[in-house]
């Protein structure tokens, strides 16, 4: 097991950060300093392992050469040791040139931030973390059985790699590289996604431009970008000859920029004008976003002119893009307009299944129950990319003890996934916590006072309304007082440039997040 210890031996002198106690007290600086390492851990390890053990680990503290890192359960604590620690290290040794060692222990079960937090024992980087029983077990027995038998399982695939195995045009096109695992083959259909599928399909299948712009929306992780790429990859098989452009609202953004930089207008409007079909995701990036809406406009103009394909995503229906200029709002639904609606139980079940069977071909040793499953297909309902991340622990839990995994092994290695799936925050929960933690009254909050003493927590309640619910702005807006969708939008701007200017905002933000998250 890697021992996250530096190899240049211990550092003299005081380490170049602060140091501190209690996650409450994390300075800013350490939380953006931690963010930006685990940024780096997920270029090296792919971004569907990274969010499967190193997005959920915790900053608690640095100081003396370490640092103290939780992670949510036993299990995770004792993965990421034993696979990421090196990464680990070195990503944060970036930013914190002193560092000599990781500390990493399983968070105490059950704890609430908000609580006061009695430390709980510390582990050594080389000792296994308090892993619960039904996993304690498995790992005890793997761990013996492992001594007789390494290297270590492989875990799962890594998709920065795959990545970078196709592309439809390596040379002069912007596209971006086509991800291997997002193919029609590998997309389950249900009810909640049929259309959507079937205008894809019919899209990619060659032929008339039937539908001008295809307009594909919804919540986040139901599946828009898997069917942006396998429409590509279908395109490159039924029109070789055709230029496809794949690429997201934001890179679209930057080429674009990078053009009027290098005074080269002329050279991106040929690349983008001169395409057969192109595909942007995520075009929510650009509203608001003036002259790069205005050149998303006239290129989309051109191209449906001359009879180009286009098709786009987002996440709402145009309709409610409140900063798109209204011209491309309705240019957008002048073809078809289709949304993936959250997922059923039995579409879960399949896409969990068809993965599972998928990750079986290439690790026979991953055997799970049916019944963990049907259980994860009920308990993890809003997003795939979710369903998705706890699969893959589970996978990488069972090819590491050997043996099925069973539900209450499952529900022990997944605790976090389960809690933060179960947990919803509600905009009235935001405005009781707000009010308490500023000493307002909550029916100060909601009325039309403009005291300043009132009016920022009022903005820093509406800020964490839009971060940490999927409520509209007009919606928001209506449940504090009635006020109309633009005051949410400037107390939303106001709160961002708060965020980077005032360190005791931005602790108020961290502190208020992590204690309505839970
Ligand atoms: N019907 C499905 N069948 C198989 N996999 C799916 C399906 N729907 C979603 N997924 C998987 O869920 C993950 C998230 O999907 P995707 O990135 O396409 O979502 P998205 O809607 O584009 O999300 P976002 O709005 O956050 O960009 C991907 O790994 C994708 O393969």
């Known amino acids: ?39 780096r851990v997920r270029d090296e390890i792919g971004e569907a392992l990274h969010d499967s053990w190193i997005a959920n680990l915790e900053i608690e503290g640095a100081g003396q050469g370490v640092a103290k890192l939780t992670a949510p359960t036993g299990f995770i604590a004792e993965w990421v040791d034993r696979y990421y620690a090196e990464s680990l290290l070195r990503a944060l040794r970036a930013e914190l040139p002193n560092l000599q060692r990781v500390d990493l222990r399983a968070a105490p079960r059950g704890a609430a931030p908000e609580a006061s937090e009695a430390p709980a024992p510390r582990r050594e980087a080389s000792r296994p973390a308090q892993a619960a029983p039904a996993v304690r077990d498995a790992l005890a027995s793997a761990t013996a059985a492992r001594r007789e038998a390494e290297p270590a399982p492989a875990p799962a695939p890594r998709p920065a790699e795959a990545r970078t195995a196709a592309t439809t045009d390596p040379g002069e096109s912007p596209s971006i590289p086509l991800d291997p695992r997002f193919t029609f083959d590998r997309f ?41 790429h396998a429409m590509a990859w279908r395109l490159a098989e039924s029109r070789p000859e055709a230029k496809v452009v794949l690429l997201t609202a934001e890179q679209f953004m930057y080429r674009f920029i990078q053009a009027l930089r290098s005074k080269d207008m002329i050279g991106f409007k040929q690349i983008f004008r001169s395409v057969d079909v192109l595909m942007i995701d995520d075009v929510q990036f650009i509203a608001g976003k003036d002259s790069t809406q205005e050149e998303f406009f006239h290129t989309f103009n051109a191209l449906v002119d001359q009879g180009k394909q286009v098709v786009i995503s987002g996440d709402r229906n145009p309709v409610d893009m409140e900063h798109l200029e209204e011209r491309i709002r309705s240019r957008l639904q002048w073809g078809l307009v289709v949304d993936l609606h959250p997922t059923d139980y039995e579409l879960r079940l399949g896409i969990l299944q068809s993965k599972l069977d998928l990750l079986q071909a290439s690790h026979p040793e991953v055997v799970i129950q049916p019944r963990v499953l049907e259980f994860l297909a009920h ?42 799936a179960d947990r919803k925050v509600t905009v009235e929960e935001i405005q009781r916590k707000v009010a308490a933690h500023y000493n307002v009254r909550l029916t100060d909050l909601l009325s039309p006072r403009r005291a300043r003493v009132v009016a920022r927590p009022r903005q820093v309640a509406m800020w964490l309304a839009k971060t940490l619910t999927s409520k509209s702005l007009p919606d928001i807006g209506r449940r504090f007082g009635g006020r109309d969708h633009t005051t949410v939008i400037h107390a939303c701007k106001t709160i961002e440039k708060l965020k980077e200017t005032d360190s005791q905002m931005a602790e108020d933000l961290e502190l208020l997040r992590r204690m309505l998250e839970g």
């Not at 996250?4 to 350490?30: I, V």
């Not at 990488?396 to 539900?407: C, I, Q, T």
């Open 1 to 39: 097991m890697p021992a996250m210890t530096s190899p240049d031996g211990p550092a003299h002198g005081r380490p170049a950060y602060p140091s501190f106690e209690s996650p409450r007290s994390c300075p800013p600086a350490l939380v953006a300093a931690w963010d930006r390492a685990k940024g």
């Open 188 to 228: 389950v259909v249900g009810k909640p996604n049929e259309l959507a599928h079937a205008a894809a399909r019919r899209v990619a299948e060659g032929g008339d431009v039937t539908f001008n712009p295809l307009f594909l929306y919804s919540a986040s992780g139901l599946g828009k970008t898997h069917l942006m």
């Open 379 to 420: 308990r993890i309902s809003s997003n795939v990319r979710v369903l998705e991340g706890a699969l893959t622990r589970l996978t990488a839990f069972a090819s590491l003890v050997g043996r099925p995994v069973d539900l209450d092994m499952a529900q022990e290695c997944l605790a976090d996934i389960l809690r933060a």
